[in-house]
């Protein structure tokens, strides 16, 4: 009975250790969060896809240089300034740099040393076999004065024997040994030959060591410092690089079904990218001999004018070729080329003319000062460079940092 009423009133002992309930608003506040996570994570997710999904479709176009000879261009091409003669100069023999005398930039001419192998093994050798030339002339001279010497004695002989006083063996033993006089001065002459010829050998060695300009032009590169080790199969690097710039070219790029348009001999102008306000008188000089059949296109080669200045035009520099109908006038070749845009890409903002730049599929309203008209295109006086991409035709709903895709339709 005890025991029964001891277990009853454990049961209506409260435990103070155990965590509370929770509560009714705690539980409401929990799945509210969660929701409105759930939610934030979707609007935003939302308005990414949005804005891949509905990006503004827009056609675009370039801003462009146009040439004051615009109206006789035949064909456009581009392409890049190549020099038709360069030498990487290297040496026929490995060694060691013991002088530089050139620096990037120099101009040099045909034949000018222009840098130094070390060659104090080659000079010791040489001096070498200049003293055996020496020895060699040397036993030709006492050989000689001996055979000379025995030649008078023989004559002498010969007298005597004539006469009778004494006997022919003595006379012959001295022309016995006069043969082998005469076979010792062919040897000492034949030695002195053979170190004649070292005495080249080496002398050609020493002067391989000497590196000379195999052309006249201009160093490009930045030439190998003394000490350096050239030549040899373990060493491809060239001491410097020349280019004779007399000979710069600009091979152009001529779509294959334009080829016609292009004549032999027939101006054309030149405009660099590095120099877009400057224009150079050319002449069509060559054709290429295969197409590039994945290019579909045909190299040409044309000459600048020689009465223009090329000082400033570099090897490599990109360039656009215009073959004309009819050669530029000397007055003419000084007007300056023309910066434009359509007519089309120019819309009014504010009060202000503005074209839309395509950057990274986002646009970018840029203010633009106009000139006057060129055909349906306008002359821009201040804005965008040359081959910046605008849009085509900005309607009123193109606004500044809307994003966009592009297309052809």
């Known amino acids: 009975m005890a025991d029964q009423l001891s277990s009853d009133l454990a049961s209506l002992r409260i435990n103070r250790d155990a965590p509370p309930a929770p509560s ?5 506040i929990v799945p509210l969060v969660l929701v409105a996570a759930v939610g934030a994570a979707a609007f935003f997710g939302w308005q990414r896809v949005q804005g891949e999904l509905f990006k503004t479709p827009v056609r675009t176009t370039e801003i462009a240089m146009i040439s004051p000879s615009q109206a006789d261009v035949q064909v456009t091409a581009t392409g890049y300034v190549i020099p038709q003669i360069t030498s990487k100069v290297g040496s026929k023999l ?8 050139i620096k990037e930039g120099d101009t040099v001419k045909e034949g000018q040393v222009i840098a130094q192998l070390e060659d104090n093994d080659q000079r010791s050798q040489l001096a070498a076999t200049s003293s055996r030339v020496g020895v060699a002339k040397a036993r030709i001279s006492t050989a000689r004065a001996q055979l000379n010497e025995l030649d008078q004695q023989i004559e002498r002989e010969q007298g005597l024997v004539k006469s009778g006083a004494v006997g022919k063996a003595n006379l012959d033993d001295m022309t016995a040994r006069r043969a082998s006089l005469r076979e010792a001065v062919s040897a000492a002459e034949a030695e002195t030959n053979a170190a004649q010829a070292d005495v080249g050998f080496v002398g050609i060695g020493l002067k391989d060591r000497i590196i000379v300009a195999p052309i006249s032009g201009r160093v490009v590169t930045k030439p190998a410092t003394p000490g350096s080790f050239v030549g040899g199969i373990g060493s491809p690097e060239p001491i410097a690089e020349l280019v004779d710039f007399t000979s710069l070219m600009v091979e152009a790029d001529v779509p294959e079904p334009r080829l016609h348009l292009v004549k032999m001999g027939g101006p054309c102008e030149i405009i660099l990218d590095a120099y877009p306000n400057k224009r150079y008188r050319c002449e069509a000089a060559a054709l290429g001999q295969r197409v590039n059949r994945s290019k579909a296109t045909i190299m040409v080669k044309v000459k600048f004018d020689p009465n223009d200045d090329i000082s400033d035009v570099l090897p490599e520099m990109s360039a656009r070729v215009s073959f004309l109908s009819q050669k530029i006038s000397e007055a003419a070749k000084n007007e300056k080329p023309k910066k ?17 730049v395509v950057t990274e599929g986002k646009l970018h309203a840029v203010p633009v000062k106009l000139g006057g008209a060129v055909g349906s295109s306008v002359e821009l006086l201040d804005g965008p460079p040359q081959g910046t991409k605008v849009v085509s035709k900005p309607t009123n709903d193109t606004v500044d940092g809307q994003r966009i895709k592009e297309t052809d339709k």
Request: avoid cysteine.
């Open 340 to 356: 434009v845009v359509s007519n089309d890409a120019v819309a009014d903002r504010n009060g202000a003319k503005v074209v839309f």
């Open 24 to 28: 009714a608003t705690r539980k409401l």
């Open 94 to 101: 490995p060694g060691r740099l013991a002088k530089v005398l």
